[in-house]
Each structure stands twice: as C-alpha cells, then as structure tokens.
C-alpha cells in the first residue's frame, strides 16, 4: 500500500497532535513535510518522529511535490489564503475551523476547492467523539422520530486571557461555533434562525475586550425542530459538554466524560469525579478519529465526511447570533448569508 | 389546639387530593364544608370524610361561619370572584394556579385580599417537591454562587383533549406558568424579558385551536441571570421534570424520579426505570406539602410561602410569552405588566 | 363494606407506625383497641386515632370479641406466646419478625396456628419495598434467566447500644434476618447450606456482649444458586440496602434511595445525597403495604403472602449461621432445622 | 537517552498489543528483537514495527546481547524456564501471569531472579486500570478508613472453549487470579484464608473437564478484613469488572466503563449502553500502563510495582481456593504455601 504523504502547516498544540495521531495510529499514513514560522518547535516535532522536511516557511509544504495533503494548523486568519495555494497545488486539505471569520473570504476559498477538485475537511473534531456519534446514529435510525428539541450544553473550564479574547471573533465565533456545527449534524437540518441573549459575568476585561462570556442561543431548524445553546466561558468544575435531543418518539442525552467512574460515599455525602479537564482531554481521542477519517478519504478517494459547506454554514450561523445579540431580535441566516451554500465535496460524491 | 376549619370549592381532582391530605396527614386542620356544582361527587367525598356541610353552592362554603380558610379548586375562570367573595368574608385563601388569565383581573382579586387582610397561598405545588426544595435551599446557601444560566425541562406524557386546549389560555398560561413560577423561584430574581419559540408538533388540532405544543423560551433576569425552557405537551417516555441552575461556583441539578431505581442488563443494553407518570405521581408529596404550610400558616398566623404576586407575575411572563411568540420578537414583562407588583402578603410580613 | 376490626399490642415504634397506617390510610379496616404494658403510650395513641379499648394487658385484645385480627409488635420474647393465645381465640394474626429465637418455640406456635385455622402474617416489610418487588417481579418474569448469584449488602447506619446487643440474639438473628427471608424470596429457592465469616470491627463492646459487627456470609440454594450477604453494624454514610442478582439471561440490581436526586458539580468534585437515613425512612411505605397487604388478607379471606414458614426458616438460616462462625465450616440448614417445614397457610390455599 | 532495548518472547494476542505500545507509546523503549515458535506471526510484527531480530526459537531473545530486557508473552507453562534463563542472562523481565501453576517451581524462578538481581514484573494489569488505581489511592489516603469488607464481582463474557478449560488450571487460577491480586492490591494486607463455593451452570461441559464456571469465594485478610470475589464465566451482558471497598469512615465503589455515556428515553423504558466487550477492550489502556511502568522501572533502575511475591502469592490463593472447594470447609492460605515468600524486588528496593 502507498502510504499517503502528509505536510503539517502550523505546529502549534493541535498540529503536533495530528502529527502524533499519523505517526502512532495511521499505518496508511506519514507525515513527511513540516512547517511553522516558529521553525524550532516544528525541528523539535521533526526531530521527534524523523520527519525530513522542516520549515519555517508554509509554502515548502504546499509546494513540495510528494506531499499528497495538507493539514492547515496554523492561525484562522491564514486558513483561506492556504487553502487557496493548496487547492491550486492540486493538494487535499484539512483545516482547522473556522476557516476564517468572513463569509465572502470563506467563500473564495470553496471557490478554490472546488476548482480544482481537491478534498477539504474542516476540523469539526467533535463529530467523532464517542458520545455524540451514538446519538448521531440513533437519530439516523429514527430512534427518537422526528426531532423536536435539541438541547446543547457547552461550558469552557476558564476563559481565554483578554489578549485573546479581542482576536477571536466573539465567543459565538470562537467557542459556539463547535455546537453550532454540532446542531446542524445532529438535527440534520439547516438552522434557519437564531436568537442570542448573552452577558459578561465571568471577568468585565471580556466585556471591555466587546465580548461576552455567557449566553442562551435559540435555533430553529429548516424541519421545525427548536434548538438550544448555553455557554459560559467557565464553569468551575470542568468542561462540561452536554447534549440532549428530543422527539416524537423518544429523547437521547450524553453526558460528561470522567477520568474515572468511582463513588464515594463518605459522612459528606456522596462525591465522584469531574468530568474530564479540557477539551484536550476529553476530545483526545475525536481528534486522532478524524484524523484518521481525512487520511483514509485521501487514501481511498472518498468524499470528506465535514466539508467546506459545513465550514461556511457554522460561521454564518455565528455571524447571525452576533447580529441578534448586537439588534436585540431574532435574526434570520439568511440575512447574513444568502449565496447558496453548494456543497464542495459534491464534486467527490458523484 | 383549636383546629383550623377548612372549606373546600371544587371537588374535582385536585380538590379531592387537598381534602385527603387534611383528613389523613394535618392533625391541626380539619375539612367542615365543601361544595361542588356537581354536588355528588362533594357528596361522596363528605361521605368518605364524614364532613358535615355539603353544596352545590360555593358561597356555603366562604358564607359559613365556621370556616376559618377556603380551598379554591374550582375551574380558573371563577378564581378571583371566589377570591374577592372569600376575601370580603375573612377567609384566608388557598386558591389553585392560575388565580386568572387577565392581569386586571388577578390585580382585583388581591386588592380584596389586601384590602381584608386575609392571606393568600397560590398552588406552585413545585416549589415543594424534594428536589426543587433542595436546589433552592443550595442556592440560597451560595452553593453555586451568583448564578448565571437557569434551564428548565417540562414536558407532558400526553396532551390534553382539544376541547380542553380551546379554552386552557394556550400553553404558556396553562402548562409553562409553572415553569415561569419555578424560574423565579429558583433564580431568586424577577424575570425582564421574555422570547418564545414554538410550534406544532405533537398534534395539529391544537395548532387549529390557535395553540402550540412545543416551545423554548428564553428568560432574562433582573440580576443579570439567563434562563431557558423547553416544553413539550408529549414526552412518549413520560412526564420530563428537570432544572439545573449554573453559577459562578458551581451547578446543581435535579432529573426525574422513578417509580424504583432498579437497573437491568441483559443482552441487548442496560435498561431501567422511566420517570413516575405524571403530575399526580410526581408531585403527590408536594401537593400534600403546600397544604400543610398552608394550614400551618393560618393556624399559626404567619405569612404564606407562595403569595398573591407570585400567582401574578407567572401570569404576566406567560403572557409577555405569548405576545413574543407572535410578534416574533424579545418582548419585555414591563410591555404586559406595569403595574408594582406588591406584595399582597406583605402586610402580614411586617 | 364491614371493616377489618384490628388489635395491637405493643405500641413502641412499629405499633405506632402501623396503627397510623390502617388509621390513615386504610379505609376497610380500624384499630379498634390496643394495649402495652406502658399503658401511657397506648393511651397517646389511643387518644389521637380514638380507640376505645386502651390497656395495659395484652389479654384484653386477644380476648375483644370486636377484634378480627391482632398486630404483635411486643418484644421477640413474648411473641410465641402471643399468637398461640390468639390463634386459640381465632384471631387472624400479624406478627413482627422474628416470631422467636427458639425453632421448637417457633414450631409450637405454628402448630397453634394451623391447628385454629386463622392467618399468620410475619412482619418481613422489606418484600414490599417497590425496588425489591421489582427484582421480585422480573425473577419470576425469567428477565434473568435461572438464578446463578445473589449479593446482599445490608448495613446500618449505627450499631444499637451493647445493653441491646447482648438480648439480640446476635446480629445474625437479628439484623441479617432480613436478608436471610430477602435471599429466600428473591431466588425463590430454599437456603439449603450457611458459610460465615465475622469479626468486631465497629465497636468492642459488641465483641464482649458475645457478637460480631461485621460479616461475610456465603448461601446455597436448592436449585444451585450461590448467595453472599455482607453486613456492617456501622456504615458512617448511612443505611445500605442494596440487592444484585444474576442469572443465565442477565442481571438486575437495586440501588439506595435518597431524600432527592440533586448533582452538585463544585470545584471539589460531584455531590449527591446520602441514602435515606434508616429502616423508618427508607422503608416507611414498605411498613404500610405489608399491613394493607395483611389486612387485605384478612378481609377477603385469602392466604396471607408472607407465612409461618417465611417466619420459621429464616430464623433456622440465622442459626445455621451462627453454628458456621463458632464451628468455622459450613453448616447445613438441616443441621439445626430437620422438621418438615409445612407451610401454615396451606390450609388457607387450598 | 539511551532507549530500553526489549525482547519479546511469544507473538500472541498479548504479545503484539506489548510490542505495538512500545512502538507506538513509549519512546524511551524500542523492541529490537522478537520470537514466537510459529515464526510467520513474529515476522509479521516484525515487518510491521521494523525490528530486525526475529526467531523461531525464544533463546535468540534471550541471549541477544544488546537485549535489556525481555517481555515473556509465551505459555504459562513456559513461563519459569524463561524467566530462569533471562535471570541467568542478566536481563530484566516483565511475565504474564501466571508465573505457574506450581508453588514450587514458581520459587525456583523467583530464586533465580534473586540470585541473578534481575527485575521481574508480574503483568496484573489491572492495578493500573484507572478505576482501580483511583480505589487504591482513596484506600491509601484514608479515605474509607480501616478497610471492613472487601467486594469484587468480575464475570466474562463467554466461556473459553472446553480445549482451553482442560489445561488452563482451573478457574480459580485461570480467572480469578485476577481477583486475587487485586483483593491483596486494595486491601493493602495478605489473605489468611478462603472458602470457595462453586457449580457449573453455564456449560456442562467445563463440569466434565473437572472445572466449575460459576463461584462465590470468602476471603479473610490479616488485618482483619473480610472479602468476598464472586465469578461467572458468562454474563449475557458482556464483560462485568467491578469492586466495593467499605471501611471504618466510607465506601468507595467503582462501576464498569462503557463505550459511550448515552441514556435513551423511550416508551419502553431508558436504555444504555453494556459495558465494554472484554478485557482487550476494557483494560487496553491499563496493558499500555503497565508496560510503560516496567520500561520505565528498568530503565531508570527502580523497583517494579508488581513483583515476583505478588505473582506467587495470587497463585497460592487460587490453590486454596481449589482446596476448599474439593474439602467443602475454609483453607487457610498457609496450608498450600508455607515458605515465607520473601519479595524478590527488596533487593532493588535497598
């Protein structure tokens, strides 16, 4: 078997756990290009798992001719430009979401891909967590009928420092565009309107950074479900990642994952673990999944399970919850995005 | 200890539950009169209770010289005459949800029972299950600090017949209502704003009724606090009662009780019991708790827990609902309610 | 409808419970007289459910001629006695566990007993608890198959005072009784061989008054299954009665219950309620059906659900087990019970 | 740093997940050379991992020169030859367990370790399971107190298949040993005695191979404690490993993990997922641990944490085990193995 060669751009904390994932877990896969304009924590990765091609410049990646794909790591504000120079270069993508945080810039970059027909995934890493891939596949087989309610629970453990914060995008843009994605996957559905209420009551530095730090999001969906999302930027035990979806014919939730699954039972009360610590933790083992799943398309030349159109659809969904928050009402996602979405791994799946 | 004398109004389901209570479990109160247009079922009910005075006439009961507190639990549209009539005899009143569907109305009713200086209880029920009791106690405790995010599941087993429907005041007046009395209840601050998503899922006659069977509404507080409901009229798995409040130091929540708590493995998962079936079973404890404060209230002449301003105000975000609902926008509770809401209990506070 | 006519006689903790119950809570029957030789307590009692016939003699229930059926909630030691004097007076009879401590005595009474043809009851309430009725049910459904391991914990939440302990009869005779009548009824099959293991964990005292704290006891059962029951004098959480059973098809088990179901989720950790506290509350609801349950029996003339033999053997069981701890081997329940253990009630059955 | 050089001797199941965490996780170890007498399976591990040293013949690990250490994956019955020739040779060893089946020849091997002051690391992987490491650490810090009763309940799937049966030792030292260790892990104190009750209830055909399938074994502990293990070769529900400790001041309980946390509320009741398949499944990441802890311990010249005592003694326990079930009475610990089984790692541990 061909091994797929892959080039890393960007190797910062999630680039070196893709890096690690092919090198550990992906026999059909290597890594053999590396770049990052911080050249010494790329050699270090490089030097780790005896990749030979290291730089400091992303375009060795791009450019090199025996790499087969790319895995765009680096900041969201060069994601589209990569993309465009990796489509180009007739290189299959994955990138990290967002892909940017402007819909015409997200736009041109799909315009690219589908050009010259080369597969892009985008990093919705939580689409293979364990928990959310059951309920995923019990709404699939109608288990709970037809969805009514979707409920979404997503609380970072602390948030951001405020240097952060004002580079974001916004929390809905940062942090609520993982559940907006996950809305979508799980109804199965195009959110079609939403309604955000939020406030700064973690730390005001957010606030003054023109963010929030908690909110409730209302969805409706294109099939007539209602949506819900909350979010805090920190919830003091820990990350906590919920989902609940309920229909006709039955309701699924998930809970958090714990490091362990013991009970105590002390004159106190009784006391178990937190859920796991952050999303490194809990989503470890979501990312090397997807991973995986990008690889294998690649290798198989099969079409990308999260694709560009899903990239674009969670950011306009964002943008309208800025927008409802800014205009106090609810806020169509038509009005902030109005292309048509036409999906580019269309291409692969005729 | 001279025992509290109880007339009842309404022997219809709940009022049959409330004379039960009071004739098995509160030693200090005792039922002397009732009355039901339907006269025999008072008439059954006197009989199981030997209770002397039976009617088919609610004034016997407010008229009797004997009573020292009525039990209203006739159909809402005759509360607050009840109420007034009560009122202006020296009863103290015990009066089941909704005191009525129009705020004028309500406000009539407890400027009698101010004007009189007779107490007023309103039957929120939850307020007295174990596990609403619980959270609100942590809350009160700081448990979870300032809190930040509320989120209330309500969802029936079955709806109610269309006729029913027809003249209930829709679903955010007949089944949310309570949901608004938890919200405040819970959160400890009043409710500003409120905005509804809704729909018809469950069953088309009642979109023909004018009503909806499926909603999430959104809640803003006065102390910065934001809130979530989501309501189904049919859960096919049963009566869904959930609440979890996040704060700035932690979260508590609270799932449904079961009829047993046993859990069966067997080849094809695990499998257990689902929640207590409806209001009667779940709430069977709270019912009997509300009465026995109640009565213990007027024995012991000190001021209700649940007053004339809680029956108002749940009254008033049900309509802010209502009105968010079809104008499709946030609508604030001071758009429906500007009056000052006293406190009608207040008097017997100071 | 005649009502049941009842007697009790011992009106400490569990003849106030059950008088309370039959006064409140079952219309077809009533406490018609009572006696302890305290007679200031029986008269408190008699006083708040108005009874008649207070005394300070035990003879003048046994021999009312209103009485139907008599309640022996007196110590153990006068029990025998008790049921023979009112089988011979044709009562029916409801008595607390255990009937005596002595087999023969045991056996005398049931003589009596079938001899006079009345109903004898005993007073295993756990059998009505709703968790263990459900283990019950699904057994005797076959949800797990044939029965192949039985684990009982059962642990106090506090020793009793050592002036108790040395008249107990020890814990085996007094504590694990419960579970020796539990393990019967839940596999549904005789305990055919004892194995224990104790020790004095919880307190020296105990160990000098002759007992043990702490035990490990391992069952045998006619049609095969194995058992273990393990028990503490002192578990500091609280009062721990769960059961497990597996078989061929699968398994069921039965959790505590708490006084509410809230998760607290701090800093610190996950938080729940401890079970509830003791015998009087977790199994308050069990008491009342086993008396609804008797008086049922007798007011419809069919065969009481827990007889002399229940009664009998599990008492055989406990000193099978005492004979295994002092000898240190296994011992046959036929060792110390060679009778054959006819069931008093088969005349009510056939 | 220098890399651990590991010989793996024996390319079954075990051996290969051994081998691929090595390469996969531990980068401070390589496998340099392998053997298994069917070579085709060593080569095949080999090709895939890169290791240049394959064999027919299990001595061209051992005496391999640049060898450290060697991982012995063969047969039980393999196990003390190897173990003695690797002492000879000067090479540290990690051996599955059982050691043997044979106290004797056990010793004999941990003499020679002594003797040549190799390491050796028994493979109880479970003590490195994050449940039971979390248990251990809670007993260790005090959190239950002095440890009263001791339960461990691990069942599996299926049967092995009859041929296996025959020679595995029986179940006590097949599947229990297991157990065993672990009791002796959380207890933190040596077992004194057993009592074994057993039957064959799943398979009529491990009865004839003078085996039993299904077991409740007694432990007694020289501290004092009690325990009790209870065994099924076959839980329809899948692989069940779970363990209760209770103490003076607690309990603390562990559960089984399963593949994802969804509940499903449907009209049929709520479901959820069966614990995870069997051990590979289960315990996965406890195999990856224990290696990691054995590479580790060599290479920077520690102490192992699971030593030769800790498998001799496991197996003394399972021998009394099959006496007390052949004798019908309590075995004590000493009358199978009266050598003072000296730790063979207190060497290293000077």
Same mark, same amino acid.
């Given at each position: 078997m061909k091994k797929t060669k892959i080039g890393v751009i960007g190797t910062g904390r999630i680039g070196k756990v893709h890096t690690e994932t092919i090198a550990e877990s992906i026999p059909e896969a290597e890594v053999i290009a590396i770049a990052d304009i911080n050249i010494s924590t790329a050699q270090k990765l490089a030097d780790r798992f005896l990749i030979r091609s290291v730089s400091g410049n992303y375009r060795d990646v791009i450019t090199? *001719?025996?790499?087969d794909a790319v895995l765009i790591c680096s900041p969201t504000n060069t994601h589209a430009q990569y993309i465009i120079e990796a489509a180009k270069a007739g290189k299959h993508i994955f990138c990290e979401? *967002?892909?940017?945080?402007d819909l015409d810039t997200i736009q041109n970059a799909l315009d690219a891909v589908e050009e010259y027909g080369v597969k892009l995934m985008v $990093?919705?890493?939580?689409?293979? &967590?364990s928990n959310f891939k059951k309920i995923k596949q019990m709404v699939i087989e109608g288990?709970? $009928?037809? *969805?009514h309610i979707l409920k979404i629970t997503s609380r970072d453990p602390a948030p951001p420092p405020p240097d952060y914060i004002a580079v974001s995008g916004g929390m809905f843009l940062d942090m609520t565009i993982h559940d907006f994605d996950m809305a979508r996957f799980i109804v199965g559905s195009e959110v079609t309107e939403v309604f955000a209420v939020a406030g700064?009551?973690? &730390?005001?530095r957010i606030g003054l950074a023109g963010d929030v730090d908690t909110a409730v999001i209302t969805l409706k969906f294109e099939n007539g479900a209602l949506g819900v999302i909350d979010n805090s930027r920190q919830a003091v035990y820990g990350y906590d990642q919920r989902l609940e979806i309920f229909g006709s014919e039955g309701m699924v939730k998930v809970d958090n994952n714990a490091p362990d699954n013991h009970d105590y039972y002390s004159r106190d009360g009784v006391h178990s673990s937190l859920p796991l610590n952050f999303f490194m933790d809990r989503y470890i083992e979501a990312y090397a999944s997807e991973i995986k799943e990008f690889c294998r398309a690649v290798a198989e030349d099969r079409p990308v399970s999260v694709g560009g159109k899903d990239g674009l659809l969670s950011v306009a969904i964002g943008l309208a919850a800025k927008k409802s928050l800014a205009a106090k009402r609810p806020v169509k996602v038509s009005e902030v995005f109005n292309g048509?979405?036409?999906?580019?791994?269309a291409a692969h799946r005729g």
């Open positions: 090199n *001719p025996e790499v979401k *967002p892909i940017d945080l $990093g919705f890493n939580r689409r293979y &967590d288990k709970i $009928g037809e *969805p700064v009551r973690i &730390d005001e048509t979405s036409h999906d580019v791994n």
